[in-house]
């Protein structure tokens, strides 16, 4: 087996396992109105900064999509916008660890995190933004504690 296939092979499996992780995490929810907020985050806010943009990603998204699932989808199809948007927030956080080193990049993911509950206006108003923002903005932060600190961890263990 070429090296290019084993390497593709460890990444699909990565993406695959901390997709899973994300759906464990979609099982400890942040109580909130909406109900789909949770620690689904952390593994793809990990990927984000282990693996990259695509990989990061991928697990951004379906970690909320396996959240949503989780609490029924409370915001109907709205979900799907709300996946490609922590798909962004991967990107992001890959984008500017890069460029800005892993602190940064957790922050900028956060922040896009949280300044994505405009999405939900159009379903629940611009009232549910003052309750749903702060809520949104430390489950956030949690995610990305929690990745950074694996990610910390993992670089020592790995990295040497």
Same mark, same amino acid.
């Given at each position: 087996?070429?090296?290019?296939?084993?390497?593709?092979?460890?990444?699909?499996?990565?993406?695959?396992?901390?997709?899973?992780?994300?759906?464990?995490?979609?099982?400890?929810?942040? !109580?909130? !109105?909406?109900?789909?907020?949770? #620690?689904?985050?952390? !593994?793809?806010?990990?990927?984000?900064?282990?693996?990259? +943009?695509?990989?990061?990603?991928?697990?951004?998204?379906?970690?909320? #999509?396996?959240?949503?699932?989780?609490?029924?989808?409370?915001?109907?199809?709205?979900?799907?916008?709300?996946?490609?948007?922590?798909?962004?927030?991967?990107?992001?956080?890959?984008?500017?660890?890069?460029?800005?080193?892993?602190?940064?990049?957790?922050?900028?993911?956060?922040? #896009?995190?949280?300044?994505?509950?405009?999405?939900?206006?159009?379903? #629940?108003?611009?009232?549910?933004?003052?309750?749903?923002? !702060?809520?949104?903005?430390?489950?956030?932060?949690?995610?990305?504690?929690?990745?950074?600190?694996?990610?910390?961890?993992?670089?020592?263990?790995?990295? +040497?």
């Amino acid at each position: 087996m070429s090296e290019n296939i084993k390497r593709r092979a460890k990444i699909l499996t990565e993406i695959a396992l901390f997709s899973a992780i994300s759906g464990i995490g979609a099982m400890i929810p942040i !109580p909130s !109105p909406i109900g789909s907020i949770a #620690l689904d985050s952390f !593994p793809g806010y990990f990927m984000a900064l282990w693996r990259g +943009k695509i990989e990061g990603a991928l697990v951004c998204a379906i970690g909320h #999509l396996l959240s949503a699932i989780r609490a029924g989808f409370p915001l109907g199809l709205l979900h799907i916008a709300i996946a490609l948007l922590m798909a962004i927030v991967g990107l992001t956080i890959a984008i500017i660890k890069n460029k800005y080193g892993i602190t940064m990049g957790l922050i900028g993911g956060i922040i #896009l995190n949280t300044i994505g509950v405009i999405i939900v206006v159009p379903v #629940l108003g611009w009232g549910a933004i003052i309750v749903i923002t !702060p809520i949104l903005f430390l489950a956030s932060l949690i995610n990305a504690i929690i990745a950074g600190i694996i990610y910390k961890i993992l670089v020592k263990i790995y990295v +040497k």
